[in-house]
T-cell receptor
């Protein structure tokens, strides 16, 4: 398997623009997680899905953030409108049967909002 | 939720040296994982180890769940071991949210 695939690897945008991050989990994994990593706050869970259904979005910082998982092999994290404080590395991760199993991360998207 | 503390925060080793990284957690866990973030930012799962000991090459990990700590051993360190090591545990009982420690930054110098 190719692992968890994220795109783009880097995104530079201007404040106010819409940003869409994409993720393809490992085939067969039924849990998908979106994390954000910053120097100040470390790794934070934003939202996770089980069988394409959002289970816990309490980590989503604001209404400007939204996430979808239209099918088992694709998820998006959207920020609209983006702000400079959203600059961070966004990771997607997946696991089989939940965090009781090993969690596998994608390579991340480095987002810079100017 | 659970508190996860790692020590030391920074560690510098000469190539070939051994090291022990520690992870303390504030509550009982049924899931403890160690990750390595390499200098390019990629997060690699090293161990899923809620209890007991596991070994993978030069790395091994031990979790003593009753005493709420886990140790990661790196033997004969190599420059490729450099990066940040994180441990993570569930936020709460039955939680599917992993809480990550702040990490140990390891630098292995030739």
């Amino acid at each position: 398997d190719a692992g968890v695939i994220q795109s783009p690897r880097h995104e530079v945008t201007e404040m106010g623009q819409e940003v869409t991050l994409r993720c393809k989990p490992i085939s067969g994994h039924d849990y998908l997680f979106w994390y954000r990593q910053t120097m100040m706050r470390g790794l934070e869970l934003l939202i996770y899905f089980n069988n394409n259904v959002p289970i816990d979005d309490s980590g989503m910082p604001e209404d400007r953030f939204s996430a979808k998982m239209p099918n088992a092999s694709f998820s998006t994290l959207k920020i609209q409108p983006s702000e400079p404080r959203d600059s961070a590395v966004y990771f997607c991760a997946s696991s089989f049967h939940g965090p009781g199993e090993k969690l596998f991360f994608g390579s991340g998207t480095q987002l810079s909002v100017l | 939720g659970i508190q996860v503390e790692q020590s030391p925060p920074d560690l510098i080793l000469q190539e070939g040296a051994n090291s022990t990284l520690r992870c303390n957690f504030s509550d009982s866990v049924n899931n403890l994982q160690w990750f390595h973030q390499n200098p390019w930012g990629q997060l690699i799962n090293l161990f899923y180890i809620p209890s007991g000991t596991k070994q993978n090459g030069r790395l091994s990990a031990t979790t003593v769940a009753t005493e709420r700590y886990s140790l990661l051993y790196i033997s004969s360190s190599q420059t490729t071991d450099s990066g940040v090591y994180f441990c993570a545990a569930p936020f709460g009982a039955g939680s599917y949210q992993l809480t990550f420690g702040k990490g140990t930054k390891l630098s292995v110098i030739p």
